[in-house]
Every structure is written in C-alpha cells, then in structure tokens.
C-alpha cells in the first residue's frame, strides 16, 4: 500500500490547483490584459488628443516627452502631468458641457 499514499498526496492538491486556475482566468488574465491596452494607450498619446487624467482633468495634449505629457486645459493654460497620469482618451459624452440653471 505505499502506492496508495502518493496518490491521495495529489488528490490533496487537487482542489488548490483548481482554485488557482480559477484565479487565473477570472483576475490576474483580465487585470493582464487591460494593463497591456492601457500601455498601448499611452504609447500612442499625440499632440491633439482630448485625454481625461487619473486626476478627473480634461485637456487637449500640446506636448509631449517620455515621461511628461503638457495638458492645455483652456485657452492659454497648460498644466504638465506624468504619462501615467493619463487615464483616457475624452469621449464626445464626457466632453458635453453641463447646462446651468437647471
């Protein structure tokens, strides 16, 4: 019976073997895959797109280094923010202004 006893050893592992698989496809794949497209997002940043910051500010892109990115955030005013400090590009939704008074 010394056979039996490796047997049951990996019908132990079995269910933590499942549970990692599990994980696998349903946090670290998805959470992979959307930091591998935000990569490629700020790779591609040029001078006049409308990004939205971490930070919640809207801005048209006016310059661009490696690591900075100068955000004119209106008419004559640019503020200058980390590359990762880009969250995405500014839809027509979010760009529509808020009608006062109502």
Do not use: C, W
Not at 3 to 12: D, N
């Amino acid at each position: 019976m010394p056979g039996a006893g490796a047997g049951g050893g990996i019908a132990q592992f079995l269910p933590l073997i499942l549970i990692f698989v599990v994980f696998y496809f349903l946090l670290i794949r998805p959470q992979q895959k959307q930091a591998k497209q935000q990569q490629q997002f700020l790779n591609d940043l040029k001078n006049g797109n409308k990004v939205i910051t971490r930070g919640g500010i809207h801005g048209t892109i006016t310059g661009l280094t490696d690591t900075v990115v100068t955000l004119e955030i209106a008419q004559d005013i640019r503020v200058k923010v980390s590359r990762s400090a880009i969250a995405s590009p500014e839809s027509a939704n979010t760009a529509a202004p808020v009608k006062a008074g109502g």
